[in-house]
């Protein structure tokens, strides 16, 4: 039965999308075949296999699939210190009118988002989470070097096929403007991603409505339909902390084959390019709906906090009422142009209808 179905989901992608492979790495195939099984439910297809004497033997970086599970256990270490933190979390209340969670409400947002964005059950496999693409210790982008010098974009949830472009760095991305247009300057600015479509128009943060497009991104985290982020959270580890923060109604009566849908990834030939493919009723589709909004709250709220945004730059530092860090000559000089020379120089630019 799980290979049946394997066989089906991978010759329906493979008909719909260009195929990008993870190559057996290792030393044997049948070794590699055996890693590759760890990580996705079927054993990787390569389209480009190794040409004889080439080198690199592939276009891809041999180390590929041994890096990957280097992250997925650097992301799980990740999500259980998260998950630690809110064991040991005094549980905040409601308290005043209107009731606020106190005095510990701050960190259970936080850790909530921590939780979330470390998660690799938000994905059909159960392979990956944000944080796949996005790691701290390189500056929450990619974090495998062979990947940076090689294909760039990062494989998703379907390790054969790899997202369109390098992992952005996210640190103060919250702090970015729903998008708009200045019509003094004839220029748009704000929104999220690298051509600003998480605009922020719905829920006024464009980083809150970034973090909706990965789980239902084919190339990413690939859910067939965006209640599939619901549908996980009720077995979720953390769902209290879900409820606390949000109150969120998981009352919603999921359809017998939910959990076999959400193992599947979008584009399979039986979803029919239906992007909501769990058969909900209005009010349980709204419901869904508004976990997902939440889902992306609180996201944007832990890339707010000190744990993705700290404003400690040796520049923030410099700037700080007691300063801690003081600018060497060049640092200055720097500082000093881009204020002065820099800055008339820019206005010009701007003001010049060709630019
Ligand atoms: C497969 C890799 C991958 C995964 C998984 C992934 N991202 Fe990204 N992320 C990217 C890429 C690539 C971009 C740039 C895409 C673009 O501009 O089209 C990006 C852009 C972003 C940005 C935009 C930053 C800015 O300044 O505009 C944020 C924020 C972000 N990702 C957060 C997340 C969150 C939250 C998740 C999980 C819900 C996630 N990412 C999952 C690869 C990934």
């Known amino acids: 039965m799980r290979s049946d179905k394997s066989t089906l989901v991978k010759a329906a992608l493979a008909t719909v999308l260009g195929i990008l492979s993870v190559p057996l790495a290792g030393s044997t195939e049948a070794q590699a075949q055996g890693a590759a099984q760890l990580d996705q439910p079927f054993p990787a297809y390569n389209p480009y296999p190794p040409l004889p004497g080439s080198v690199p033997p592939t276009v891809l970086p041999p180390d590929l699939q041994s890096e990957v599970l280097r992250v997925r256990r650097e992301v799980q270490t990740i999500f259980g210190r998260y998950f630690a933190e809110w064991q040991a979390l005094t549980p905040p209340t409601l308290t005043g009118q209107p009731p606020t969670l106190f005095p510990t409400g701050y960190d259970a947002v936080r850790i909530l988002g921590g939780l979330l964005n470390f998660d690799e059950n938000m994905s059909p496999f159960q392979n990956q989470a944000c944080s796949f693409c996005h790691m701290p210790y390189a500056g929450f982008s990619g974090p495998i070097p062979s990947v940076n010098l090689t294909m760039v974009a990062y494989p998703g949830t379907f390790r054969d096929r790899a997202a369109k472009r390098t992992a952005e760095r996210y640190t103060y991305s919250p702090y970015f403007a729903q998008l708009q247009y200045n019509q003094t300057q004839n220029l748009f600015f704000g929104g999220n991603f690298w051509d600003g479509r998480a605009t922020g128009y719905k829920l006024q943060s464009a980083d809150a409505e970034q973090a909706q ?76 709906n508004n976990i997902y909004d939440h889902w992306g709250q609180s996201i944007s709220f832990l890339e707010h906090t000190n744990d993705v945004s700290p404003f400690t730059s040796k520049f923030d530092c410099a700037q700080a009422p007691t300063p801690c860090y003081t600018m060497t000559a060049d640092e200055m000089a720097g500082f000093n142009l881009f204020n002065a020379k820099a800055t008339a120089i820019r206005a010009t630019l701007t003001a010049d209808p060709r630019c």
């Open 213 to 288: 497009h990965p789980p239902v991104d084919p190339l990413e985290m690939g859910f067939a339909d965006t209640a599939s982020i619901a549908f996980r959270l009720t077995s979720a580890s953390y769902r209290q902390l879900f409820e606390l923060v949000w109150g969120a109604d998981f009352d919603i009566r999921w359809p017998a084959n939910t959990a076999e849908i959400c193992g599947i990834p979008q584009g399979a030939r039986r979803f029919g390019g239906s992007p909501t493919p769990i058969a909900l009723s209005p009010t349980d589709r709204t419901k869904a």
